[in-house]
């Protein structure tokens, strides 16, 4: 609460062997469509296929990742379907982000809608982070809503570390006059907070870097801030925000500080080392921004560069993970313009998540390849469809 309350101050899927490919499967009926909907509704149906008994954890928090791909490609309906199906706490965290979407987009009558129902479908969770968490979920709709009492309500008592949802949302939505008053808190914080503290402080600066736009002194300081900052972070977090940076910066076309971003998150890549699987993902990450920035050739050789990779220690990589770094790889393929690649990489990735014999992790691997190739709008031809499900189908114990 401590750094939220001077923000408020300034608001007016059988198991199969471990040889299996697709051509195992039997055949099912194709009662879906090749559509992102489509997509998102194998992967909920993949992951809700787990048992209750031992797996409602996983099971739910599986769910709830799909509900965000949802939320993130503006299918709030189908967002908030999924999102009743969830029956843990979690149901009401998700019902909160369907409605901060609705919120986001203008449709304030069908945000309140699910906001209400999202109050009244709170189920209390089994630790204090659990409902502090719902807590900071329902304050952010609130908040884009206007509702500052409502705010003051849920957010009361609730941890630094739980706040970080509502705490973005504020910070994104400063205006330029905010911006210096909300930095000297928010480097208070990144001086003085714990773990959580400081990583939310972080993302809420990314933020107003956004905020700041044209104005290069003030995004200065917030990179500076960042940067000088986050020696308690893990490696993927900086990336991350250094990525973030360089998005920000391609919004209001500055390709020199973009890339020179991206070279950073370079650099912390190259000199630091990685497993095989996470070493994709990072390159990967940063070729599709490097696309965007102007060095196309840069990103097609750096991405040719980790499919090499790929091949040559896949044998290294541990089955759950292959797939992963294939989707990372499709979806900046994707990005750059080149769907018949990304398609075909998403193929492979699919075959790599039926390769262990336990059902989890192919409902794992199913889900994100169906929510990823959503996301990204790469599309399935008809037969990939049918085989994706296909594996749903199949699913059964050993989970």
């Given amino acids: 609460m401590k750094l939220l309350a001077p923000f408020l101050s300034l608001l007016p899927l059988l198991a199969f062997p471990s040889f299996a490919r697709s051509q195992d499967l039997a055949p099912v009926g194709a009662e879906l469509a090749p559509t992102r909907d489509g997509l998102l509704g194998i992967a909920f149906e993949a992951v809700s296929a787990m048992p209750e008994v031992p797996h409602a954890r996983n099971r739910c928090r599986a769910q709830e990742s799909i509900v965000q791909a949802g939320i993130e490609l503006d299918s709030?309906?189908?967002a908030e379907r999924m999102a009743l199906a969830i029956t843990d706490w979690r149901k009401a965290q998700a019902l909160a982000d369907v409605a901060l979407a609705h919120a986001r987009k203008g449709r304030v009558d069908e945000a309140?809608?699910?906001?209400a129902l999202a109050e009244t479908s709170v189920i209390p969770g089994?630790?204090?982070?659990?409902?502090?968490?719902?807590?900071s979920h329902l304050a952010a709709a609130h908040h884009w809503?206007?509702?500052?009492?409502?705010?003051?309500?849920l957010t009361q008592g609730v941890g630094e570390a739980e706040l970080g949802a509502v705490q973005v949302v504020v910070a994104s939505r400063s205006s330029l006059e905010q911006f210096d008053g909300r930095f000297e808190l928010l480097r208070a914080t990144a001086k003085n907070g714990g773990f959580d503290a400081l990583k939310c402080s972080l993302e809420m600066a990314v933020e107003l870097h956004r905020v700041?736009?044209?104005d290069a002194a003030r995004r200065e300081k917030v990179e500076m801030l960042v940067k000088s900052s986050w020696e308690k972070l893990p490696l993927d977090v900086r990336t991350g925000l250094l990525r973030r940076l360089?998005?920000?910066?391609l919004a209001i076309n500055d390709r020199v500080g973009a890339l020179r971003q991206l070279d950073e998150a370079q650099a912390l890549v190259d000199n630091n080392r990685w497993l095989v699987q996470d070493h994709i993902a990072q390159i990967s990450a940063i070729a599709r921004w490097r696309h965007v920035a102007g060095q196309t050739d840069r990103a097609q050789r750096?991405?040719?560069g980790v499919l090499g990779l790929f091949e040559r220690e896949r044998e290294r990589i541990v089955d759950i993970y292959r797939a992963g770094a294939l989707r990372a790889v499709a979806e900046a393929q994707q990005a750059m313009g080149d769907g018949a690649a990304a398609r075909a990489t998403f193929a492979r990735a699919f075959e790599e998540g039926l390769v262990n014999p336990n059902s989890?992790?192919?409902?794992?691997?199913?889900?994100?390849?169906a929510c990823a190739m959503a996301r990204c709008g790469a599309l399935p031809d008809a037969a990939l469809f049918l085989r994706m499900q296909q594996a749903r189908a199949a699913l059964s114990d050993p989970w």
């Avoid at 089994?126 to 719902?134: A, C, L, M």
């Avoid at 809503?145 to 309500?153: I, P, S």
């Avoid at 360089?246 to 910066?249: I, K, M, R, T």
């Fill in 145 to 153: 809503l206007g509702d500052d009492a409502a705010v003051a309500r």
């Fill in 246 to 249: 360089a998005e920000n910066l």
């Fill in 302 to 304: 750096d991405l040719g």
């Fill in 126 to 135: 089994s630790q204090e982070w659990h409902d502090e968490r719902v807590r």
């Fill in 112 to 115: 309140k809608r699910v906001l």
């Fill in 76 to 78: 709030c309906t189908q």
């Fill in 360 to 369: 989890r992790p192919r409902a794992d691997d199913l889900a994100s390849t």
């Fill in 212 to 214: 700041a736009g044209a």
